[in-house]
């Protein structure tokens, strides 16, 4: 079940408008984790520059927040040890049926502000603007917990959206996508509601379908933080890493999303410490 409350104003007036009442469901639990896989399983983006980084990183790979595996599945079948953590069992549920029994996979239910593996990894990475699922608190407690599983000169690594694309996450939107699915592609509205003086947004998705029945409405949810490259480059240095190196990722779709990479710079920490 959703978190109450996160239904945009215009979501709600169009199911007003047909009599009918929204059921909220997170975005990654659930049936949200088949829409999810349906919008963004075929994205490429990220995949290439992952991989060039596992190709650089001496040692096992945390994918972090990893959901279906979009980035885990490039990375294990390109050779790499990795472990997926993600708070979603749901999501790590598809990513278990896509790698089943994998050797060099291993899944972890955990919170990214709160986990505690029994490795150490030489690269640690957060795709598809993840991070923003945290707020301040939160980011803090993730860096923690980072820098506690790096391993000596281990890179940690994460996306955020840059240029325009970061600029359309401070507008609201209401439009309609086209999302394949198994019968061909169906219609989905798409609501994306501002908050906080643009420093926050909720997003809903909804089958278009679905308006015209009345009744109870599945909503899919989420709500994120608005964050740009500069503040969580400012972030990572007062946590003690070193000032990111920011590279943009090229996608086929013309989004922009920038990469952050940086490493441990604070004093090297005794075992287990
Ligand atoms: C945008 S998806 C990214 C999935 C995958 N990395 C990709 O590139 O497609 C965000 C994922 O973050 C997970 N998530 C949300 N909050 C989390 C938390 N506090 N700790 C760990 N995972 C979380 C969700 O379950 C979801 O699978």
New binding site residues.
């Given amino acids: 079940m959703g978190m109450p409350g996160l239904i945009t104003e215009a979501v709600r007036e169009r199911l007003d408008r047909v009599g009918a009442v929204p059921r909220e469901q997170d975005?990654?639990?659930g049936a949200g984790?088949d829409f999810?896989e349906r919008l963004?399983g075929p994205?490429r983006a990220?995949i290439r520059e992952v991989l060039a980084l596992a190709r650089g990183a001496d040692g096992p790979v945390l994918?972090?927040?990893?959901?279906?595996?979009?980035?885990?599945i490039p990375l294990v079948r390109s050779g790499r040890r990795v472990t997926a953590?993600?708070?979603?069992a749901d999501?790590l549920a598809h990513l278990r049926r896509a790698l089943p029994d994998h050797p060099l996979l291993d899944c972890v239910v955990?919170?990214?502000?709160d986990f505690s593996l029994k490795r150490r990894f030489a690269l640690v990475v957060?795709?598809?603007?993840?991070i923003t699922?945290?707020d301040r608190g939160?980011r803090s407690l993730l860096y923690a917990n980072v820098r506690r599983h790096l391993a000596v000169d281990g890179v940690f690594a994460f996306t955020v959206a840059g240029g325009a694309s970061a600029a359309s996450l401070t507008v609201p939107r209401d439009q309609e996508i086209k999302v394949p699915g198994p019968g061909g592609e169906e219609t989905y509205l798409f609501s994306q509601q501002v908050e906080e003086g643009g420093q926050a947004r909720i997003v809903n998705w909804l089958r278009a379908a679905d308006l015209a029945d009345g009744g109870e409405v599945t909503v899919l949810t989420s709500r994120l933080r608005v964050l740009d490259h500069k503040v969580l480059a400012r972030e990572l240095v007062d946590a003690g890493f070193a000032e990111p190196a920011v590279s943009p990722v090229r996608t086929h779709r013309g989004d922009d999303i920038v990469l952050l990479t940086t490493t441990w710079a604070g004093p090297s920490e005794s075992e287990g410490g």
């Fill in positions: 975005l990654y639990d984790t999810y963004v994205d990220e994918d972090v927040a990893a959901g279906s595996g979009r980035l885990t953590i993600d708070l979603s999501m955990a919170d990214m502000r957060i795709g598809a603007t993840s699922l945290l939160g």
